[in-house]
């Protein structure tokens, strides 16, 4: 495994992951019998992630979807929460609370 040079953003990347698994664009030429509306089936029922990811992954998702194929990407987008310590910081295995 080697890390990828050329990342623009971690988030975007994963904004495009449902477009770019299928190659879209390059293998959907203009007048290809392939057409891709955006996903296999259509939107997902719904996307699930901790608040903080919101920001990056669910945004990309959305932006991309909507501004290539005029559509959302997910029907439904589900936020959890955080926990906090009993200082109020988030809790996380770095930070060892």
């Not at 449902?18 to 029922?45: C, I, M, R, T």
């Not at 992954?57 to 932006?63: A, D, G, I, T, V």
Request: hydrophobic residues 35%.
């Amino acid at each position: 495994m080697c890390r990828e040079k050329y990342v623009l953003d971690c988030w975007f990347d994963s904004g495009c992951a449902p477009f770019a698994q299928w190659h879209y664009p390059f293998a959907f030429e203009k007048d290809s019998p392939l057409q891709y509306n955006g996903s296999a089936d259509g939107p997902v029922d719904f996307v699930a992630e901790g608040q903080d990811q919101c920001r990056g992954w669910f945004y990309s998702l959305l932006c991309l979807s909507t501004t290539l194929f005029d559509r959302p990407a997910y029907k439904k987008c589900l936020s959890l929460g955080l926990l906090l310590d009993k200082n109020g910081h988030k809790m996380s295995k770095s930070k060892g609370n």
